[in-house]
């Protein structure tokens, strides 16, 4: 018989832990909802400690946060993420 | 097995005694122990352990290891021998640690030898390589490998990438990456932003297959999925990031740029993520830190993202190197799509942490939430808003309260968060005795309910708010009645008390209510348990509904029918629910919400009725005790017949009915009373020698149905009239559509107690057609022609939605509406439908066909058997022409009379085409004269302005098939004349639901065979086959000798060699005219659609 161990538990403990599962579990993606108020967040905190107008800070900081809004929905409707709306 | 081997090891080392005895004594010691632990050693094994019990326990321990590592071994083999050898393995370690636990009352540890075989150690098969990915220096670095397998060279990774949808980005080359087994993997790597909208399709399930994605992989889709989830909620900060870090003010000049993190992380996912990090993740890491890995990953995919948004925006330029404060604030603004900019350390290390700290709120994770309650009002009070903190104690408590109870820190932190709340909500700025809590009115609350609810909740707060339908209630008008006490009449003059009011959905409001909401700036109202807003313009509509009405607080049935169909018409559109009891209240019930029984098929009724002919039946019954009229509007070859005679057979007894229909159907209803109701006595009033007014009194007295035909019915409508028929019914009902018509008018002369109609096509050309039909079975109840095609053409988009819409509404009340498309009924129709149409004959007909006949017979018919028989049929073709048309017989010397009004056929099969273009289908039209089918072809484009073309044997190939491609492929209403010989056999023409066999062929099978080209694989409806036939001449002869051969031998043809036997006078009977039986082709009606307008 041979005298050559077999592979540890911890090592295969480490195996487990390198590769994860051999097949992927299928995982249902949440499904996106986008915010009907893209800036609420960034409001919610108050002017940003900017050294401009306070007005043109939220309007810009507004519009970005909108665009972002838009490209991660654009993102989530090409794969299929949207929730759908009522 | 174990024990023979111990057993030859035993053998083979008695006697020995050499320079290896002690090796020997060993191997003899633990052959022995085998033996005694299986049960099979020998007195002398036995003797030689018990003498070295040390010696037995250790062969036993030695030996129980090894047969350990023998069953690792063996749990690796692959085939048949697995089993077996895992079976006998542990089958002898189970011995050998029963027998070391009796000597010593050891149990061994490591393998269960009490599991059964099966569940041993799992072969650990190597996983086929998948594409796996690692996170390194901010870029995605993928490779493909799996546990025990080898990694996939360079090559064979671009294909597997390009396989699973990456083959698009720009992956550069990697370092290779380390694997457990020492392995390196080719590996290539990609900018996060280049990668996301393949990563979120991995999260998504839309690239690859799970057969390709490694864990890792699938495990950064996640990821991906998450980071554009926080984005699209608006869940990013921005935060400043110089070369120099935001360690603190430093001297000079570095590069900056913003970076977007997110915000309001969720702790729990964040958690369930780290935990399920593949280690192959940071396979690329000198010192992984799975939580740290997991953010940086998510903050990557969040800048990404939120900077593709910036980057969008056209940004104002900013000074090319920021030195104060001004200067970099405005270059932060300039750079929030990442662009990086230069700016002097110090005062921008400042703004950092400025930054930094304004967006702590809600970067760094805190146990403190706040939740947002609202409760409806109690008692016309108003809604209170309140605002409860958790994470401070063991439940929520009053925000108010926490702040004086919490420590310092989470003091700060309440306060910190309820300020953020505030500027979400500024109504709890709003003075108010407690803080964090205000009473909203009806329009805050709903504004909180409707709008600013889930923006709250995306920016981080609990929200706990009445349940809401976004879904706007359509308001209805309700009709109340209740029949006036003491009134004797009931029907359409019954008297009724009637109450108004307007449901929105289950809400019922009469005009205070209506009037109350409307004085609130957004009416909010409660409807099946769901808050939800009423509309202002619909609340209008409602009140002007009822002022309208405020004055009507009494109708007469039929006014009450009229509004429960929508034939009244109010603001707010569509039909009034009419409620209460009466006579009209009962009837809409119990056509809407108690449907009447179907019939069950009547004793005497030769037949079974389909389930919706039963329900027919009901119907009629349900009018007749109702005293009302209606139309049966079920699909051609639905079988209207049938229904109409078992609902006749029904209430036999109860006075005579007369039905009138076209000449062409007229023989059919008699063959069908005949065959499903042979228990009715049927007479038929048609033909000259018809009875006069007193012998129609007398038939009808002692019949249950008498037939007529249109033309017939308005030239003896005095004697009709006369009669008290109990029912009257008219067949091919669009025959009185143009209600100013002599027939129309004259049939409505014709007393009866109800009056039906019946029709597959109810409304060919408009809703003037139904109005028509619906004011000759109920006269006067349906209101007048102009204001019934205005009301019921609200219910439905387009010309076909609103007759539908039409029909639906007035479905189960005035008119039975069945199609053969619904499901159920389609299910349990037959593949085929044969119908025998008999035609009348015009007088040019009639004269054109005696003059054949009679120049055969004055003609010195040849002695010679085979020329007589040429020459009578030469005849016999003459005159099927002439059945066709005169146009058939007369060829040339007819080109450029019109066809119409001159042959029944025709009529017939303008009848037909009219209610299969109606119903948007399509029909094959089967002539044994290619000449005349072009001829028809070409009334039939010019009548209906739709192209209709002639198949026959004269086209090139190449014209036929593209006539065939045309029908087959073509949308709506169509149809295709062809020659019965050319296009007979061996097409197909699905697309038809319709044929007609316009003229007869000796052979029952050619006719068959021109039915199939429509029924046969492929076709999903049933057909419907209209044989078209002109009874008491050579036409109906031929249908005679198809009958009997179809009976007697099938496809067999008949002796056409008998016919040159016959004599004159055979020859007379076989080919002329039976006056008794032609059915007179009618004139046309005088009227035309202009006076119908």
Known sequence: ??????????????????????????????????????????????????????????????????????????????????APTD | ????????????????????????????????????????????????????????????????????????????????????????????????????????????????????PALEPEVELPAPPRLQASWADGRVVVWAAGRGSSPLPADELDSMLKAADAGGIDWEHHASVALPTGQRADARSAAIAQTLGWLVGVGAGQVGSRATLGASLAWMGEIAVWGA??????RMVPVLRGSTGTGGPRSGTARHRIRWVPALLARDRLTDLVDRMPGA??????????????????????????????????????????????????????????RPFSAEAEPAARLAEDLKRWAAPVTVGTKIGLTVRLDPPVDDGGWLLRVEAT??????????????????????QVETQLRRLERLLPVLRRPSTRRGQVILDAEEAGELMFNLGSIVAAAG?????????????????????????????????????????????????????????????????????????????????????LAERASITQLAGAALLRHAVGLEGNALGGAVRVEGHGWAVDLVQGATTHPPEPLQAPSGFEGHLRHYQAEAAGWLGFLDRARLGGCLAMDMGLGKTPTLLAHLLATRGDGPALIVCPPAVLSNWAREAARFTPGLSVALHHGPRRADAEGLVRLSASHDVVLTTYATAVRDIDALARIDWRRLAIDEAQAIKNHTSDTAQALRRVPAQSRLALTGTPVENGLGDLWAILDFTNPGLVGGRTSFIEHLSRNGEGRAGTEEGALRALNGLLVFRRTKTEPE?????????????????????????????????????????????????????????????????????????????????????????????????????????????????????????????????????????????????????????????????GLNLTAARHVVLYDRWWNPAVEDQARDRA???????????????????????????????????????????????????????????????IIEEESPPADSEEEAA
């Open chain 2, 461 to 545: 707060f609990e929200v706990l708010l009445p349940v809401v339908s976004r879904r706007r209630p359509s308001p209805q008008l309700r009709l109340f009645a209740e029949a006036m006490g003491g009134q004797s009449q009931v029907g359409v003059a019954q008297l009724s008390n009637v109450r108004w009011s307007v449901l929105f959905d289950d809400l019922e409001l009469d005009a205070a209510g209506i009037a109350k909401l409307a004085s609130e700036a957004r009416p909010l109202v409660q409807v099946k348990g769901r808050w939800v807003r009423i509309d202002r313009a619909d609340l209008a509509a409602a009140a002007a509904a």
């Open chain 2, 825 to 985: 009924i389609a299910a349990e129709l037959p593949d085929k439908v044969d119908k025998l149409d008999s035609c009348g004959m015009t007088a040019e007909q009639v004269g054109l066909y005696q003059a054949v006949v009679d120049r055969l017979l004055a003609e010195d018919l040849d002695q010679d058997s085979t020329k007589r028989k040429g020459q009578v049929l030469a005849a016999i073709t003459a005159l099927k022409q002439i059945c066709d048309h005169p146009a058939a017989y007369l060829g040339d010397h007819d080109a450029g009379a019109a066809l119409d009004g001159r042959s029944g056929k025709l009529t017939r099969l303008d009848e037909i085409v009219d209610d299969v273009f109606a119903a948007g289908e399509r029909v094959l039209i089967f002539t044994h004269f290619a000449r005349w089918g072009e001829k028809l072809a070409r009334y039939l484009s010019a009548r209906t302005g739709t192209d209709v073309g002639c198949y026959h044997g004269g086209l090139s190939r190449t014209v036929r098939d593209d006539l065939v491609a045309e029908f087959q492929h073509g949308k709506g209403p169509g149809a295709l004349v062809l020659s019965i010989k050319a296009g007979g056999s």
């Open chain 2, 281 to 338: 993740v940071v396979a690329l890491q000198t010192s992984p830190q799975p939580e740290g890995v997991c953010r940086s990953v998510l903050s990557a995919v969040v800048d990404a993202v939120s900077r593709a948004g910036a980057d969008r925006l056209v940004t104002p330029a900013t000074v090319p190197q920021a030195s104060s404060r001004v200067e970099i604030s405005e270059a932060v603004l300039s750079g929030l799509d990442g």
């Open chain 2, 1 to 116: 097995m174990a024990v023979p081997n111990a057993r030859r090891r035993l053998r083979s080392a008695a006697g020995m005694q050499t320079k290896w005895s002690r090796a020997l004594d060993r191997i003899t010691l633990e052959a022995a122990a085998v033996a005694e632990a299986t049960g099979y050693a020998s007195t002398d094994e036995r003797a030689a352990l018990e003498a070295s019990p040390l010696a037995w326990v250790g062969a036993l321990r030695r030996l129980i290891f090894e047969t350990d590592e023998a069953l690792s071994s063996a749990a690796r083999l692959l085939g048949e021998e697995r089993a077996q050898v895992l079976a006998d393995l542990s089958a002898e370690r189970r011995a050998l640690a029963t027998a070391l636990e009796r000597l010593t009352g050891e149990v061994p540890a490591g393998t269960d030898v009490r599991r059964p």
């Open chain 2, 229 to 234: 989830e926080l984005v699209a909620s608006g």
């Open chain 2, 391 to 412: 994470g401070v104690d063991k439940g929520p408590l009053p925000v108010e309260h926490a702040l004086v109870v919490a420590s310092g820190s989470k003091s700060q």
């Open chain 1, 1 to 82: 018989m041979s005298k050559r161990r077999r592979p540890t538990a911890s090592k295969r403990v480490v195996d487990a832990k390198f590769w994860g599962p051999d097949e992927v579990p299928e995982i249902v993606p949440p499904l996106l909802e986008p915010t009907p108020d893209p800036a609420a967040v960034v409001r919610s905190l108050g002017a940003p400690p900017l050294a401009v107008d306070a007005s043109v800070a939220e309007r810009h900081l507004t519009a970005v946060y909108e665009e972002a809004v838009r490209a991660a929905t654009a993102l989530a409707a090409a794969n299929g993420l949207l």
């Open chain 2, 1015 to 1077: 029924w046969r694989i492929g076709q999903t409806s049933t057909v419907l086959s209209h044989r078209l036939v002109c009874p008491g001449t050579v036409d109906e002869r031929v249908e005679e000798i198809v009958a009997g051969k179809r009976e007697v031998a099938g496809m067999v043809l008949p002796a056409r060699s008998s016919l040159g036997d016959l004599d004159a006078a055979q020859l007379r009977a076989a080919l002329g005219l039976a006056v008794d039986e």
